[in-house]
């Protein structure tokens, strides 16, 4: 099968069955967006959801999280795992946002990956849900899925962001990870698979029943 037909396959199958979604942290502005996908480093977005509804009603502006104390915000941070990183990097990157940015949170990429504990994936979650602009993310289940589906070969991110930046419509970027996200948490769960109601079945190149 060509690419072309297989992108455009799973991705009409995609807005079939998922449409647009939101994004999956909970956030009222960019800082916001910015600090709650620092904190999903290798923790569930429900859990981030939950820390971060007391955590924003406690610090209420970038210049809060560049004062916090350092030993408090761990312990306000802690259900999230690597707190002790997390809080160090909330922080600096908060100082570097008042220092460098004017505290406005930047919409380059560049700018973006500057900032401490700020890697590609957060980059692209808030180049694309705030400030629209067309960002591929690469996460855990768009890793593993878009493997499974021939998208690319690579193990990654960086690699695999640019092998979908080739193939995908730009309008399609930030859709097909929040699309793919639901798909890996409701049917194409990565340790227990649910290949029989999966409908990208015949595109998949994981599935015993399907090599193609």
Known sequence: MRMKDRVLGVLN???????TMKCYLNHE?????????????????????????????KYTSIKDFAEADLIELEKDIRPTG????KAKNIKLCCQQLLSQFGG????DIEDLTSLAGVGRKTANVVRGHIYNI???????HVKRISNLIGFTKSQDPVKIEFDLMKILPKEHWIRYNTQVIAHGRKVCIARRPKCNECFLIDYCKGSNSNKK
Not at 104 to 107: G, H, I, L, N
Request: net charge negative.
């Open 29 to 57: 502005n960019p800082w916001q967006l910015l600090i709650a996908t620092i904190l999903s480093a290798q923790c569930t977005d429900d859990r981030v959801n939950i820390v971060t509804e007391s955590l924003f009603k």
């Open 13 to 19: 199958l995609l807005d079939e069955h998922y449409g």
């Open 104 to 107: 406005e949170v930047p919409r």
């Open 82 to 85: 690597f707190y002790h990183n």
């Open 134 to 140: 067309p960002s591929v993310v690469v996460d855990t």
